[in-house]
């Protein structure tokens, strides 16, 4: 969890319902919570899972890839 930080961008491996796969880290507490960019819907993820399924960080003005 040391890469991330609350206003991170980040693309996780699978996409939202709505199409976006690019979410915004908005807390990170006992879990991982993001938010759409595109529909602003707000999801929660364990720190495991989150971890799992985060592929790329926007730094830079780029996505990095984490893997």
């Given at each position: 969890?040391?890469?991330?930080?609350?206003?991170?961008?980040?693309?996780?491996?699978?996409?939202?319902?709505?199409?976006?796969?690019?979410?915004?880290?908005?807390?990170?507490?006992?879990?991982?919570?993001?938010?759409?960019?595109?529909?602003?819907?707000?999801?929660?993820?364990?720190?495991?899972d989150f971890e799992k399924y985060v592929?790329?960080?926007?730094?830079?003005?780029?996505?990095?890839?984490?893997?």
């Amino acid at each position: 969890m040391l890469l991330y930080k609350l206003n991170d961008l980040v693309k996780m491996k699978k996409s939202h319902p709505c199409g976006s796969d690019e979410f915004k880290i908005i807390a990170m507490d006992g879990a991982v919570t993001l938010k759409c960019s595109k529909c602003d819907r707000v999801i929660e993820f364990t720190k495991e899972d989150f971890e799992k399924y985060v592929r790329k960080i926007y730094r830079d003005g780029k996505f990095i890839s984490i893997r």
